[in-house]
């Protein structure tokens, strides 16, 4: 029996062996999974296929840290634990770390639903929805920051305005 432990992925480990037999004929076979390359080609690592989704769709998605794509993505995941995390203009960045198992199979997938909005929205009467923060308003003017541009419409362009959560900013006096 050999036994080889802590070997990462790609790495190889050579060692030569005596085989002998006595008695009643024999025969062995090796697997072309762990034969050495001058023996043969090495398995690649066990991955599955897995759509990678997020509410509202569009977002940028990074596994383990490298970028993967735009949402919805089908991704290739290896055995082991992962992180998946999505970042969208307008959302809150999302997480969601996750576990594969030898014996999953592809074809699986995962939806985040990326958290609220973390700008105001302010709805035109023309149907047009703004996604930026509410500067002010007053009774007569709106103004709203979207990409670090202020934006100045008339009140009565404005037919609804939703707010987001916010902490408040400590002063110093």
């Known amino acids: 029996m050999v036994n080889v432990s802590n070997i ?3 790495e ?3 060692f030569q062996t005596t085989i002998a037999s006595s008695g009643p004929p024999m025969s062995l076979t090796l697997s072309p999974r762990y034969l050495p390359k001058e023996l043969g080609p090495a398995a690649p690592p066990r991955t599955i296929s897995m759509t990678v989704n997020t509410v509202p769709q569009g977002a ?7 970028e993967v794509g735009t949402t919805p993505k089908m991704v290739q995941v290896s055995v082991g634990k992962h ?8 959302f809150n960045a999302g997480r969601f770390p996750f576990e594969i198992g030898s014996e999953d199979v592809s074809g699986g997938s995962v939806s985040f639903e990326l958290g609220t909005s973390a700008h105001d929205t302010v709805e035109l009467r023309d149907g047009s929805v703004l996604s930026g923060d509410l500067v002010s308003i007053s009774g007569m003017d709106v103004i709203i920051r979207i990409g670090g541009a202020e934006q100045h419409f008339d009140r009565n362009q404005v037919k609804r305005i939703l707010f987001v959560q916010r902490q408040a900013a400590e002063q110093n006096l």
């Open 8 to 10: 990462g992925p790609g």
């Open 12 to 14: 190889t480990v050579k």
């Open 60 to 66: 940028t998605a990074k596994l383990d840290g490298i």
């Open 83 to 90: 992180l998946l995390e999505f970042k969208k203009e307008g």
